[in-house]
C-alpha cells in the first residue's frame, strides 16, 4: 500500500481531448508533487504545492494545469496535448517541503499516450 | 546547480551475485543523497538516505550505500542479489533546505537466474 494513490493507471487520449490526472495522499503530509518521466530522461519536476498553495512551476507548457483543493489531493489537468507529452506521470507527497528532512512518497503513476 | 551521474545504464548480474550501482553527484557543500528504487509498473520507493553522520548508510532489502566525499559517490551495494531486485534505481541529491531533487537517469537492474 503505497499510501499515494493515482488514477487513472493508463490513459490513451488524443491531442484534442480534455482529460484530468489524480492524486490522493493518506499519509497527513503537507507537501504534494507532480513528476514527469520520460524513457531515457531523469525524472522532471513540473510542480510543487505546500499547504494548497503553488511554490513552484518548473517552466511547464500551460497545456498542463495542476489544481490542488487541499493537502490530500492533487490534480493534474491536460489540455491539447503533443505526442512528445506522452510519459508517467508520478505524484509524490512529502511532510514538509524541504525533502533534506522528510522523503518524497511516490504513487504508481498514471501512463499517459497522446495519439 | 547540483547534478547526478549514473554511468550504468542496464547492469545484469546473476541471482545470489555482489552488486554495486554507481553514482556521482556534483554539487559544491554537503548534499543531501537518496536511492529509489522502482519496479515495473511502480512508483519510485525509498531505499535509503544520506544526510549527515556515518557515511556508510543501510537501507531496505538488504541494501547499503557508502558516501564517499574525496570521490564524490555515494554508491549502492548489496552482497546477494534475488530475483526480486530486477527493477531501475535511481539516485538522486538534495540539499539543505531543498525543494526538489535532482535525479539521475536510472540504472536498469536484471537478475539472471
Known amino acids: 500500500e503505497t499510501g499515494v494513490t493515482q488514477t487513472p493507471r493508463h490513459l490513451v487520449m488524443g491531442m484534442t481531448n480534455k482529460k484530468s490526472l489524480k492524486c490522493e495522499q493518506h499519509?497527513?503530509?503537507?507537501?504534494m508533487y507532480w513528476y514527469k518521466q520520460s524513457a531515457k530522461k531523469p525524472l522532471e519536476l513540473m510542480f510543487v504545492?505546500?499547504?494548497?498553495?503553488?511554490?513552484e512551476n518548473n517552466s511547464v507548457p500551460s497545456r498542463f494545469s495542476p489544481e490542488c483543493p487541499n493537502s490530500s489531493h492533487l490534480f493534474l489537468h491536460l489540455h491539447t496535448l503533443q505526442p512528445e507529452d506522452s510519459a508517467l506521470y508520478l505524484c509524490?507527497?512529502?511532510?514538509?517541503?524541504?525533502?533534506?528532512?522528510?522523503?518524497?512518497?511516490f504513487g504508481n503513476g498514471t501512463r499517459l499516450t497522446v495519439t | 546547480a547540483q547534478s547526478v551521474t549514473q554511468p550504468d545504464i542496464h547492469i545484469t548480474v546473476s541471482e545470489g551475485a555482489s552488486l554495486e550501482l554507481r553514482c556521482n553527484y556534483s554539487?559544491?557543500?554537503?548534499?543531501?543523497l537518496f536511492w529509489y528504487v522502482q519496479s515495473p509498473g511502480q512508483g519510485l520507493q525509498l531505499l535509503l538516505k544520506y544526510f549527515s553522520g556515518d557515511t556508510l548508510v543501510q537501507g531496505i532489502k538488504g541494501f547499503e550505500a557508502e558516501f564517499k566525499r574525496s570521490q564524490s559517490s555515494f554508491n549502492l551495494r548489496k552482497p546477494s542479489v534475488h530475483w526480486s531486485d530486477a527493477a531501475e534505481y535511481f539516485c538522486?541529491?538534495?540539499?539543505?533546505?531543498?525543494?526538489?531533487?535532482?535525479f539521475g537517469q536510472g540504472t536498469r537492474l536484471t537478475i539472471n537466474p
Open positions: 504545492y505546500n499547504f494548497k498553495e503553488q511554490t
Open positions: 538522486a541529491v538534495g540539499t539543505q533546505g531543498a525543494q526538489k531533487l535532482v
Open positions: 499519509l497527513g503530509h503537507n507537501a
Open positions: 509524490a507527497s512529502s511532510q514538509e517541503l524541504a525533502i533534506s528532512h522528510s522523503p518524497l512518497h
Open positions: 554539487y559544491g557543500a554537503t548534499p543531501y
